[in-house]
């Protein structure tokens, strides 16, 4: 018999190929972008019609190519970016392996014009599934210009596997998405059918980002910066309250390349745990740069997946970077007027002309913000963190700056306060003002903010007991009375359950017969309060928390015993207390928001004020 095995021409190997990295024309709109962005060009122009299935043309002002280049380039493993295996290495391009054009070429009909920077004409090759049907000089601008017509017209099969031209264009769009936001110092324009549907300036990631998904990224978006000597962290994370319930946009670049990643995706997903409300996913958009010699390249070029050495310093590094920045930066949101029509309503003068004191009631015998127990950990780094950038918020008085605020306390202050003067005479000085019993509005240095006040004392209490536990330093006040508490059988089981952590957040509890417990003492804190309704409470706030979030036993005790114990909407507070909790809440590792993951602040800058008024 003679021999069978024979080498297979180079049109059907390349078609093979184009089956791996061609699968759709979001996939040939990659490439071409890509080899674009090797080329070194500042403008990348991408014009597409029928999403991608008539025609896809990139057109860039990158180095271009020689006459022989332009022929080479169609070839199988042609490549000008690896010459040895050690470059392998080194890589730092989005292409390597020299099989794009080549496949591209075999199940499509394509253009290519393209001339290098100071040549005097260009060239001008036009292939038909593989094979050159033309070839001539041209003119044309500096740069490379590639059409794709007919994508998949001799492979029926695939092109009747195209969805329909919307879910092919959100391809497009995502392709063209993921090369242009780590690329901001690139312009970038996207034309479909005629309709501009992208047109990014050169500028900032920010700019770039605002510019893809809106203008109103403004002020949804988290600065994230770190560098270590394993990699090098920046881009941004979305505010929690803005957090979307469906997979938001969640980007990872590494070394500018689009990735997915399970593992770094859990850990900024863990950073954002307590602030999300539930069942909400983080947004963000973060480049990190490695060596390339960390990466395994040895994956297909097609794949977004990636493996990496060092991965878990990295996803350590990572969640610790967007802690950082979510406690550290002020999260919380803008107010907007049209919910809070309460702004609106608020008197400048009373309606009989008459200016008087507001009545405050206090109760005297209770203060919720004892600084024995409130006062956490005094010298610790966060605390000092925040604390200073607390008093930077208020650290006022730059005079000019201030002009708006100061007239507008001196309108309100007959209303609000008797000793304005003295006040704004005294650099760093909290004033506050409650409203509706609700909330306590503080001026700060770039406009003011308004704190929900069970919400900010659910978050001090929060901290405060999840210290207890894991300092193991709760204090226990013994009952006068010991309590005698019935249950029924769950709850009961429950208390038996947690009776270990229960202990340790200071209450002394012990078994007393069928389905019920003696309270011996209760945390020390604790004191002003029916120990049977406390721990009642607890339990119930437990049990519901436990449906609606998937938390620890710790965290959820915490949680349940801040929203137990926690000053309620509806109470009156005095200026001391307003500004004890103000001082308590900023000296939290995440005074942003409640254990709930609402938020408990809203500032709103007095830039805003002026565009309202002063237009
Ligand atoms: P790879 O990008 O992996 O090298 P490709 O098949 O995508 O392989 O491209 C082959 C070669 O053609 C590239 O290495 C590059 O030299 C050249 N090339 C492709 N596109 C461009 C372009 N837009 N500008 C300049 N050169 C290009
Ligand atoms: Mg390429």
């Keep these: 018999m003679s021999d069978i095995i024979h080498l297979l021409p180079d049109s059907v190997a390349n078609q093979i190929a184009a089956g791996e990295v061609v699968q759709r024309p979001a996939s040939a709109v990659k490439e071409l972008m890509e080899n674009a962005l090797d080329a070194g060009s500042t403008n990348i122009k991408l014009i597409i019609k029928d999403a ?29 970016k690896i010459t040895k295996v050690d470059d392998l290495f080194a890589i730092r391009t989005m292409g390597f392996r020299g099989e794009a054009l080549a496949s591209i070429a075999a199940i499509a009909h394509v253009e290519l014009k393209t001339k290098r920077t100071g040549d005097e004409t260009g060239i001008k090759i036009y292939i038909e599934g593989s094979e050159v049907k033309n070839q001539e000089a041209c003119n044309s601008a500096e740069g490379t ?103 938001g946009e969640q980007f990872f670049f590494l070394n500018k390349r689009f990735i997915k990643n399970a593992y770094l995706h859990h850990a900024v997903q863990s950073a954002f745990e307590e602030v999300l409300p539930k069942d909400s996913f983080a947004s963000y958009f973060l480049l990190l740069d490695v060596d390339p010699k960390t990466i395994d390249i040895n994956i297909h070029p097609t794949k977004t997946e990636v493996k990496f050495e060092d ?8 969640r610790s970077a967007i802690k950082k920045s979510l406690g550290q930066f002020n999260i919380a949101p803008s107010i907007d007027f049209n919910q809070e029509a309460f702004l609106y309503n608020m008197p400048l ?41 607390w008093e930077k ?6 005079d000019n700056q201030l002009e708006f605020a100061v007239k507008q306390e001196e309108e309100t202050q007959q209303i609000i306060h008797t000793d304005w003067d003295n006040e704004l005479h005294e650099s760093n000085k909290k004033s506050t003002y409650q409203l509706h ?27 405060h007991v999840l210290e207890t536990f894991e300092k193991h330093k709760s204090a226990t006040q013994q009952e006068l009375f010991p309590k005698t508490i019935e249950l029924n059988t769950t709850d009961f089981a429950l208390i038996q359950e947690l009776q270990p952590e229960i202990q340790s957040m200071g209450f002394d509890i012990r078994e007393f017969g069928k389905n019920t417990f003696v309270i011996h003492g209760v945390p020390a804190d604790t004191v002003n309060y029916d120990s049977s309704a406390l721990l009642e409470g607890l339990i119930e706030n437990y049990k519901q928390n436990f449906q609606e979030l998937k938390s620890n036993k710790r965290e959820n005790l915490a949680r349940s015993m801040a929203r137990n114990m926690s000053i309620k909407s509806g109470k009156a507070l005095t200026q001391e207390e307003m500004n004890n909790l103000i001082d308590e809440l900023f000296a939290c590792k995440m005074p942003y928001s409640t254990p709930y993951g609402k938020p408990t602040i809203s500032t709103f800058s007095t830039d805003e004020l002026d565009r309202r008024f002063r237009k």
């Design 52 to 80: 991608g299935k008539t025609l896809i043309q990139v057109i860039d002002n990158g180095c271009g190519m020689s006459e022989t280049d332009a022929r080479m380039s169609f070839e199988r493993h042609a490549t000008s």
């Design 437 to 463: 019993n609700k909330y306590i509005l503080s001026h700060i240095k770039t406009g003011f903010m308004i704190i929900d006040q069970q919400g900010a004392h659910e978050r001090i209490l929060y901290e």
């Design 145 to 247: 210009s590639i059409s794709i017509k007919n994508l998949f017209y001799n492979v029926p099969a695939r092109r009747n596997f195209l969805k329909n031209d919307s879910v092919e264009l959100r391809h497009v769009i995502d392709e063209f998405q993921r090369v242009a936001i780590p690329n901001p110092n690139i312009a970038f324009s996207l034309h479909h059918n005629a309709t501009e549907i992208f047109h990014l300036e050169v500028g900032s990631l920010k700019q770039r980002l605002m510019a893809i998904f809106g203008s109103s990224y403004n002020t949804r978006l988290i600065p994230v910066e770190e560098n270590t000597g394993i990699v090098k962290i920046k881009g941004f994370v979305i505010k929690p309250e803005f957090a979307k319930k469906t997979r």
């Design 349 to 389: 003068k009373p309606v009989d002309g008459i200016f008087k004191q507001p009545t405050i009631k206090v109760d005297e015998n209770y203060n919720p913000f004892r600084t024995d127990i409130l006062t956490i950990n005094k010298s610790s780094e966060r605390e000092i963190s925040n604390r200073n950038n």
């Design 311 to 318: 991965e878990k310093a990295i996803y350590a590094f990572l």
């Design 393 to 398: 918020m208020y650290s006022r008085h730059t």
